[in-house]
């Protein structure tokens, strides 16, 4: 039965006869607005009772206890007739009264008759009249809501699409309710709410918020419990006056299984300990609506960086019958109209011209989808991973009167949402791992980088063409002095840029394995930072299907996040290093010499810039077989070698100067003497090495710069930047040949010897004409 004022309800009136009597009067005298017109009657005991009209009694008997009078003809006033003897106990049922609109005490005068004269009489107090809470507004909120979650890791174009969504049967929400009370609401009141429907109700983060009449507002202190029952009591610190807004928010759970059995009404009241609360809603508040929670999950068998892909979406849709699926990709994706779906025909649109992340998927053989659908549809991924990697789907159900959806009406025919669901880890792109670009970062300068990277065959799809991109500023060249095939010596390739691309002449595919390709690179003046683009620090590959037109192909593999280095200070101008042989004969022994030009001098000290030493790397299975530190030649006596400052693990020594326990042949340090300058000009070292009957893929010799004297690897912290050096292929010739003097002569000619013995020839030469003439 209602019990709040103004309401239609039914009251029990229970009294003993005093006296015989044929007919009863009940007038509500206080408050004014009882309405028994239409009510009906019973008896809960073994009276039997007829309501009279027209009577013909004499005036109620007495007035109420504020002085106001009532009228035995007005609508608060209802006579029965019904024998009654002395010492009857008598209860009766009065169906369909309308409550005065007054909430309060209520006062009742209750008359017997003898035929028409007055044999009794009694005013007693009643029930306490609840008020009726006026619900003003509310909503339920999903669990994206920003007072029930932060968002996390959500991009605010999510949280802002998807914060309208409905909330999801067996997912959290958020209810928000504005109440109003026709009078006050004492301190130590509670505020009483609870639910029939399927939910689980939560005091934790309860908020409570009061716009009194004259537009203040205020948070009154509250103690919020949940109940036995299961309800939300929140007992209030403060009073609220009458006619006040009051809006409360607190956490839910949904614990509905399916949209389709989330049911039930809403109950707010505010109780005192007695046995009526003060202010009831008497539960008149429905349910909301819930939507299906559906399930998805978002795969990818191979996913480069920007390559194009299929993706399998494995939905399962619950009770939900769609009539269209709104799917949504990361933002950096694009989603291609190329879909298909199991167990349906369907159509795929685009919403516009311009919105690539999302989809439209649409049943053409049914009215609606139902039950598991796997879904195969291709995108194009970014560079780089989505800051949020969250894919989004939504279920719709459309206009009754469509027929025919189409890309042109898409938009307009979603009549209603009933479900929606999503996968927040998504898939991970799968770049190539492992590849590096070693090369000296030397402000201004051209220089060698040497690009290595894995390859891999999937079945037929096999890359065929490589594309390199350098970091911002930079610029790469396919000039014959730097570009090389380190890992492929006997291939013959064809180099273009805009961008730098690489495929083999016979246009086969990369073998599988790991390869090493060197081109030329420009440094910029500065280090590049990621404030202009994500990638605009990295150098980037990408291998692809097709060699005629790249522009169009399958990306096989990519790497979008290779680490540049830090450019240096602009006081280390170098330039890139160079390496001359005098025999590349497989299972032999040669002299090989490394030059390194400096085209300004460094001033002595390390105040301005520390470089202690020079660190040389030889390539894999390529050993120095130098016995002592004497064997290696200084070509240019101005650098400033410290004392010692050849340091090497001798052929046959037992001990190592490079760390780690067992000797190495593949490294030798040139240290400074940092108290003198380093002067401008060309420094070289010549020294002996074995050459093995195979040579390294990872043909690549490495120069670092340390400011520490005692660095012992390029990957070290001192190191402050390392040149890559192209190695040499069997049976090479040498473009600048090194020499050795006579058999056992320890002695080396330096290239530039050489070269300036030629030179002088060759003017030589020239002049002769000259004099003859």
Request: negative net charge.
């Amino acid at each position: 039965s209602l019990q709040a004022a103004g309401s239609k309800s039914t009251l029990t009136v229970t009294f003993r006869a005093v006296t015989n009597c044929t007919a009863l009067r009940i007038a509500a005298l206080l408050p004014t607005g009882f309405d028994f017109t239409s009510a009906s009657i019973s008896s809960a005991s073994s009276v039997t009772a007829t309501i009279v009209t027209g009577s013909s009694l004499p005036d109620l008997s007495e007035t109420a206890s504020d002085g106001s009078s009532v009228s035995s003809s007005d609508d608060g006033v209802i006579t029965l007739q019904a024998s009654l003897v002395e010492g009857q106990l008598v209860k009766l049922l009065l169906k369909d009264v309308v409550l005065a609109d007054t909430a309060g005490s209520t006062e009742w005068l209750l008359e017997t008759f003898a035929d028409s004269t007055l044999v009794d009489n009694r005013v007693v107090s009643g029930f306490r009249q609840p008020g009726l809470i006026s619900v003003v507004s509310s909503s339920l909120q999903n669990e994206l809501d920003p007072y029930f979650t932060s968002g996390g890791d959500r991009t605010s174009d999510e949280l802002q699409l998807m914060n309208s969504w409905t909330p999801r049967a067996s997912q959290p929400a958020v209810a928000i309710f504005t109440l109003r009370f026709p009078s006050l609401v004492s301190s130590g009141e509670s505020l009483v709410i609870s639910t029939d429907s399927d939910a689980v109700l939560s005091s934790a983060a309860a908020n409570l918020t009061v716009v009194d009449p004259n537009g203040q507002q205020s948070s009154p202190p509250f103690t919020a419990t949940i109940t036995s029952a299961g309800a939300l009591s929140l007992v209030l610190g403060d009073s609220i006056v009458a006619n006040s807004e009051v809006t409360v928010e607190f956490p839910l759970t949904s614990t509905a299984s399916s949209a389709r059995g989330a049911a039930g009404n809403w109950r707010f009241e505010t109780q005192d300990g007695g046995t009526l609360p003060t202010h009831t809603n008497d539960a008149l508040l429905g349910r909301f609506s819930l939507v299906e929670s559906l399930s998805l999950d978002v795969t990818a068998t191979h996913a480069p960086p920007t390559g194009e892909f299929a993706v399998t979406l494995s939905i399962s849709l619950g009770s939900a019958r769609p009539s269209l699926l709104y799917l949504l990709a990361p933002s950096s994706f694009e989603v291609t109209t190329n879909c298909t779906v199991s167990l349906a025909t369907t159509s795929c649109y685009h919403l516009s011209a311009d919105d690539d992340a999302s989809l439209f998927i649409v049943p053409e053989s049914s009215l609606y989808l139902s039950g598991d659908l796997t879904i195969s549809v291709y995108v194009t991924a970014p560079a780089l991973d989505d800051a949020s990697n969250t894919w989004k789907l939504s279920a719709y159900s459309l206009e009754d009167s469509v027929t025919a959806p189409s890309s042109a009406n898409i938009a307009s025919i979603i009549d209603y949402q009933i479900g929606w669901g999503e996968d927040r880890s998504g898939f991970t792109l799968t770049p190539i791992t492992g590849a590096v670009a070693a090369y000296g970062a030397i402000p201004l300068a051209t220089v060698s980088v040497a690009i290595t990277f894995p390859v891999t065959h999937y079945g037929s799809l096999q890359p065929k063409a490589l594309q390199v991109y350098a970091p911002e500023n930079y610029e790469l060249s396919c000039a014959a002095s730097y570009f090389r095939l380190i890992s492929m010596p006997r291939n013959s390739s064809v180099c273009t840029t805009s961008p730098l691309t690489i495929t083999l002449e016979d246009e086969s595919a990369f073998p599988e394995g790991t390869h090493t390709f060197m081109m030329g690179v420009t440094v910029p003046r500065t280090t590049p930072t990621s404030s202009s683009s994500s990638v605009a620090p990295y150098f980037r590959i990408r291998l692809l299907e097709d060699a005629d037109n790249t522009a169009l192909s399958k990306v096989v593999d990519a790497a979008t996040t290779i680490p540049g280095h830090e450019v240096q200070s602009l006081l280390l101008r170098l330039k890139q290093p160079t390496l001359s042989w005098a025999s590349s004969k497989p299972d032999s022994t040669t002299t090989i010499t490394l030059r390194l030009t400096f085209d300004r001098a460094l001033a002595a000290g390390s105040s301005v810039l520390a470089f202690a030493a020079i660190l040389i790397e030889l390539p894999e299975d390529i050993d120095h077989t130098m016995t002592s530190s004497s064997e290696l030649s200084n070509l240019n006596s101005e650098f400033p070698l410290a004392e010692d400052g050849v340091q090497l693990d001798a052929v046959g020594s037992s001990s190592t100067k490079f760390g780690g326990s067992a000797p190495t042949l593949r490294k030798i340090r040139l240290v400074r003497d940092e108290s003198q300058a380093v002067p401008a000009g060309t420094h070289g070292w010549v020294f002996p090495i074995a050459i093995p009957s195979t040579m390294p893929t990872a043909n690549i010799w490495y120069m670092s710069l340390c400011s520490d004297a005692s660095c012992t690897s390029k990957d070290d912290s001192s190191v402050f930047t390392t040149f890559a050096v192209s190695g040499f292929f069997l049976n090479e010739v040498s473009a600048v040949q090194g020499y050795t003097a006579s058999s056992g002569s320890s002695r080396v000619w330096s290239t530039s010897v050489v070269e300036s013995k030629i030179w002088s020839l060759l003017v030589v030469l020239l002049a002769l004409p000259l004099f003859a003439a």
